[in-house]
């Protein structure tokens, strides 16, 4: 089945304590992306990738890291989580960036709600 | 940027009317107007998309109708059902872009 696996679902963490979130996808997707979801903000971006070993911040990137040493892996880093990161996190993917030609519309991850305490 | 408005931001229905979400972007440039569907507990899902060449397009229950002069965008619902009932967000990208920018949402409660 096509679809882009996050993990975990849930985490609660501490302020400062490291935390990888992992992103997976088995379509063969060249772009993926990272997402935050807060109450009415709706999804804003926080880094975005082109391809493997090119990468790009999005609307939102202070305090994230991401990295993507493999076309279908996209995890997402906080070095040194905050409270004002408590949100739920998507990931996607699609065969072409928003704006190419062709077939551009994104999967998405089911989810990863993080609290930080 | 690219900053996109989505109202209204909670939208209650009765089974079986239409309802109507409507967004406004500022970037001239953008040319590809996407909408998503958000049921409980999952990722957003691509329901319908239009391109700037396009006035209008169905697809059975739902269209998608844009404006460029206006640099509005909105999603029509026919004959809503129960099983509509999900945070739908609008979004925009723009040409030379590899950002794909959302609205706020809407939250569709369709009523029995």
């Known amino acids: 089945e096509a679809q882009v696996t996050q993990n975990p679902r849930y985490l609660i963490t501490v302020t400062g304590k490291k935390l990888t979130v992992t992103c997976s996808q088995n379509?063969?997707?060249?772009?993926m992306s990272w997402y935050r979801q807060d109450p009415g903000l709706g999804l804003r971006q926080i880094y975005y990738s082109m391809n493997v070993e090119v990468t790009d911040k999005g609307d939102v990137p202070e305090g994230y890291k991401v990295s993507r040493k493999e076309k279908r892996n996209f995890p997402l880093i906080l070095e040194s989580p905050s409270p004002n990161q408590t949100s739920l996190y998507f990931c996607?993917?699609?065969?072409?960036?928003?704006?190419?030609?062709?077939?551009?519309?994104?999967?998405f991850g089911s989810g990863t709600r993080l609290t930080v305490v | 940027g690219e900053n996109v408005e989505q109202h209204p931001s909670t939208l209650s229905v009765q089974e079986g009317d239409s309802a109507v979400i409507k967004c406004t972007y500022s970037d001239s440039a953008s040319n590809y107007f996407p909408w998503y569907k958000q049921e409980l507990g999952k990722g957003p899902q691509l329901i319908i998309d239009?391109?700037?060449?396009?006035g209008e397009k169905k697809d059975q229950r739902i269209a998608v109708t844009l404006n460029k002069t206006a640099k509005h965008f909105s999603l029509h619902i026919t004959e809503t059902q129960p099983e509509d009932s999900a945070v739908y967000f609008c979004?925009?990208?723009?040409?030379?872009?590899?950002?794909?920018?959302f609205g706020g949402g809407t939250r569709l409660m369709v009523k029995p």
């Open positions: 379509m063969n997707h060249e772009y």
């Open positions: 239009i391109r700037s060449n396009v």
């Open positions: 979004a925009a990208a723009s040409v030379g872009s590899n950002m794909l920018t």
């Open positions: 996607a993917s699609s065969l072409t960036p928003p704006s190419g030609v062709g077939p551009y519309g994104y999967t």
